[in-house]
């Protein structure tokens, strides 16, 4: 299986939150990241988390960590047309300075 | 703007053409990646450099071919091509070492090969 795993769509109406959900499989990883990638655009950081946190905060973002289940999730608040976008879940593995990437969950907010 | 500056940003070519992707970077950063973007494809690492040095090379056929001349600057050598080749091509790089190394990427070239 894939290092890296996200559901590939999530459907959203304006205004209410969105969890975009990433399972990963080093659990030596010391950073994970979120990145987002506009039609026709390259990936931009969006947030990352530090492994020994449970959370973190930024505006309308808001980053979950559970390290014993290796799960990891996005949340938008308040999700905007202009939030539509692929959202690229990441890590760097162990000892590793090579991101590896999960597929990308597509996130479409409909007005 | 994230300091990683891809031309051209798109490339239409011939199966028969030589062409060159360039990738710049003013960050610092000793690492530099190629990734490929297919429609309903994982991003696909492609090439790392490090330090000038190649350190990864995924089995990507020899019609592709990188060339990073300084840590600065990282070419894709194009020759060849087939339409399936036809991706967004992306940039990236990253400052090796211990601790926070996030990766800054490229807005992309879109080649498309006829």
């Known amino acids: 299986g894939e290092d890296v795993e996200q559901s590939l769509f999530l459907s959203v109406r304006e205004g209410d939150s969105s969890v975009i959900n990433c399972t990963y499989t080093d659990s030596s990883s010391t950073y994970l990241y979120w990145y987002k990638q506009e039609p026709g655009a390259g990936l931009q950081l969006l947030t990352y988390?530090?492994?020994?946190?449970d959370m973190k905060q930024d505006q309308r973002l808001t980053v979950l960590l559970n390290k014993k289940d290796k799960h990891l999730s996005l949340r938008i608040a308040d999700t905007q047309t202009g939030d539509s976008a692929i959202y690229f879940c990441a890590e760097f593995m162990g000892g590793s300075y090579i991101p590896t990437f999960g597929r990308g969950t597509s996130l479409i907010v409909h007005p | 703007e994230t300091g990683v500056t891809q031309t051209p940003r798109h490339l239409v070519m011939g199966m028969t053409n030589k062409k060159s992707l360039k990738c710049e970077q003013h960050?610092?950063?000793?690492?530099m990646y190629w990734y490929k973007q297919s429609a309903k494809k994982p991003l696909e690492l492609m090439f790392v450099y490090n330090f000038k040095e190649q350190t990864e090379n995924n089995s990507v056929p020899s019609r592709f071919s990188p060339e990073c001349p300084n840590s600065s600057h990282l070419f894709l050598h194009l020759h060849t091509l087939q339409p399936e080749d036809s991706a967004l091509y992306l940039c990236?790089?990253?400052?090796?070492?211990?601790?926070?190394?996030?990766?800054?990427f490229g807005q992309g070239t879109r080649l498309t090969v006829v």
């Open positions: 988390i530090f492994s020994n946190m």
């Open positions: 990236a790089s990253s400052q090796e070492g211990i601790g926070k190394a996030e990766a800054f």
């Open positions: 960050l610092g950063h000793n690492a």
